[in-house]
């Protein structure tokens, strides 16, 4: 069996007292019937009015009398919310159960509107109009004893705007117009229409109303002032209460009467964040923004393809990889506390005035994401390099100078849709989100930075003043999706010619790569003739930038070859900063053909055979020994060049036969192929 503590209620009885501190307010802090006598008479105190609540909130029955004198914070009695009876066995110089006496603040008892009923035994037949107490004779009490106002009639506010109304009403008429020194106007923000002159308020302010000193004007048939630096879209409670001079028994004041000011634009959405999980999409988070300043209807999520402006240097004499660029976001400021100290307990109307930060923590937290975001997207600290290499540096990616003022475009809605060159890709894209704060773009370029843009819209008043923007100005951040597998493969290579040492290979470029292709590299190596899965040699490597492959007619040449069986294959690297291979391809260089000795037998043959044939001794300057035919039927063959040099041979001078340091030519001259030898 449990047993429920709340459905029972707890009684704690305790002796009345005399409470002229907080200090002895705190005595009867739960306490729900008093015994004896209860007095109030207390001069001063921080936060008397809620101190009283939370100590003498619970009290519900009083034996005795019920007194509250010269306790000048006090403008309402409503802090002993749950009295429901004044027994009154014990009565105030004989004759008084229920005594409120010169209290120069008050300005109610109770708000009767909230408290049903008050028991007063003693024979008393009720509280008459507010009081509900019987008749008193100017001697007992004053008509100016606990305040005497007469009411002020103040017009609803004729004048809005999102940060201020004017509040007009006639002037109070006094017989002596020289006691009237001005008018006080009160004013509190009021989510619902529920507040009271008293409720939680004592004659110190720290209460949370502003207080507004209005002077007499030379027009005193109208009397106005402009309430300012109000936030928009917020319901606000006011009042006007004259201001006399000390002496003067007679005054007035309004009753509490309701504003609402116009909606304005919001302030940007907050904790903007944007990821990648796919090559074509980002997922772009947000929070509502800090002040809404209207009804927000829905979000503008937009975004822009940005242009990579890269230096296209030799990335094969000097590759870089791309600076890492980091920003310290600063704390926001957070202003000390300040501490308030009273050496008793007078009152202070200065101490627990709420005080309004000039400077919003989140606003300013917001600012300062705002412009870390900025500065990153439109600006990259390099490195110091040498001055050789500036020019060849490729890894720093950069972003059009008009980017700040791309994002403020926005707010006048200049991003539309439109995609790439007639694909379903987007270049640029605006979108409305409607009852959510994420949203999924899809169909994105692979690889590409994107600026996105978040603005809060609110919907727009009846009021024919409101003509402010709608939108709030557009969180940005800047993201890029990731890269796409395959886009940066090379494919169809070929080789296009083959020869003696030699070979030259072509390929076809990636079309659509992760960025910028930054470099090819050619890499082939030397295979066992028998097996190519053998290799003889470790791999050889040639980078080739892309301009230069450009250049070369799409063609590029390996020269020097050795003979034998080789393997190749081509290697891309983009500014994704991965390399992509293509399939291998396989080529044979062939072994030189000599025909040197077959040449050389001919050359001596015609010598010996023929001596009738006129030979030439060559001189010193003769270079060459060669042997040329024009018979297309040769053993060599058509394709075979039979202009062959030789070294020199050289001749013997015995027997009269011409030595030469040079060289030796002879030409047949029977009409036959001519021979140089």
């Known amino acids: 069996m449990m047993l429920n503590i709340f459905a029972y209620h707890v009684k704690k009885e305790c002796a009345g007292v005399n409470i002229d501190s907080i200090t002895l307010a705190k005595q009867l802090r739960g306490c729900t019937h008093i015994t004896s006598s209860l007095e109030i008479q207390i001069r001063g105190g921080r936060n008397v009015v809620n101190e009283l609540e939370e100590n003498l909130g619970m009290i519900e029955e009083i034996d005795g009398y019920l007194k509250v004198v010269r306790s000048f914070p006090l403008v309402s009695l409503n802090f002993l919310k749950n009295l429901k009876r004044i027994n009154g066995n014990q009565l105030e110089s004989q004759k008084y159960v229920f005594v409120v006496l010169d209290n120069q603040n008050l300005q109610e008892l109770w708000d009767w509107g909230t408290k049903k009923e008050l028991e007063i035994k003693n024979e008393i037949e009720g509280l008459q109009k507010i009081a509900n107490l019987g008749n008193s004779t100017e001697l007992e009490v004053a008509t100016n004893s606990n305040g005497d106002v007469d009411e002020l009639i103040v017009e609803p506010p004729k004048v809005r705007d999102s940060r201020g109304v004017v509040l007009e009403w006639k002037p109070f008429i006094m017989k002596d117009q020289r006691k009237l020194l001005g008018y006080i106007v009160y004013s509190i923000e009021a989510p619902i229409k529920n507040v ?19 002077p007499i004007p030379d027009d005193e048939n109208k009397i106005t002032h402009p309430l300012t630096a109000l936030k928009p879209y917020t319901q606000y409670a006011y009042y006007v209460k004259t201001y006399t001079i000390a002496t003067e028994k007679r005054g007035a004041q309004s009753e509490i009467g309701y504003f609402m000011t116009l909606p304005s634009t919001p302030t940007l ?15 772009v988070t947000w929070k509502p923004p800090l002040q809404p300043n209207g009804n927000l209807t829905h979000y503008i999520v937009s975004g822009k393809k940005l242009t990579m402006q890269m230096d296209y240097g030799n990335y094969c004499v000097s590759p870089t990889k791309s600076s890492k660029h980091t920003t310290v ?9 300040v501490s308030t100290t009273t050496n008793n307990d007078t009152c202070s109307c200065y101490e627990n005035k709420p005080s309004t930060p000039s400077i919003n923590e989140g606003e300013e937290h917001s600012r300062i994401k705002f412009e870390d975001e900025l500065h990153n997207a439109v600006y990259v600290k390099k490195k110091e390099i040498p001055e050789s290499r500036r020019k060849r540096d490729t890894s720093i990616e950069t972003f059009p100078n008009d980017f700040e003022s791309q994002m403020y475009k926005t707010n006048n809605n200049d991003i539309k849709n439109s995609t790439e060159n007639g694909t379903n890709v987007w270049a640029s894209f605006s979108f409305k989100v409607y009852g959510k704060t994420e949203f999924f773009v899809s169909n994105l370029h692979h690889f590409t930075n994107y600026a996105i843009h978040v603005q809060a819209c609110r919907a727009k008043s009846n009021d024919t003043n409101d003509k402010g923007n709608y939108c709030s100005t557009s969180s940005v ?25 030699m070979v030259s290979i072509t390929w076809k470029e990636p079309e659509d790569p992760n960025g910028v292709i930054l470099s090819y590299t050619i890499e082939y190596r030397k295979l066992d003739n028998e097996n190519q899965n053998i290799f003889q040699s470790k791999p050889v490597a040639e980078c080739v930038t892309p301009s230069q492959f450009l250049n070369r007619s799409r063609i590029h040449t390996l020269k020097k070859l050795l003979p034998g069986n080789y393997s190749l294959r081509v290697i891309s690297l983009s500014s994704a900063e991965m390399q992509a291979f293509s399939q291998y391809i396989y080529f044979y260089i062939e072994e030189p053909r000599s025909n040197t000795t077959l040449i050389v037998v001919i050359c001596i043959t015609l010598i010996v055979d023929d001596p009738s044939t006129p030979l030439r ?14 018979d297309s039927d040769d053993d060599f063959g058509n394709d075979t060049d039979t202009h062959i040099r030789f070294p020199s041979i050289p001749i013997d001078n015995k027997d009269g036969i011409t030595t030469a340091n040079g060289y030796v030519s002879g030409c047949p001259t029977n009409g036959a192929a001519t021979t140089q030898c």
């Open 196 to 214: 009271t002159l008293y409720d939680g308020r004592d004659a110190c302010g720290g209460d949370g109303w502003r207080v507004d000193d209005v």
């Open 269 to 283: 959405p907050i904790g903007l964040d944007v990821t990648s999980d796919s090559f074509d999409s980002l997922k």
């Open 329 to 337: 976001h600063p704390s926001p400021p957070v202003a000390p506390p």
């Open 477 to 501: 951040k800047q993201a890029r999706t990731l890269m796409k597998e395959g886009a940066d493969d090379i494919k169809q290579v070929q080789i296009t010619n083959q020869s003696l040492e």
């Open 617 to 630: 001794i060559a001189g010193d300057n003769d270079v060459n020994f060669s042997l040329n035919s024009d």
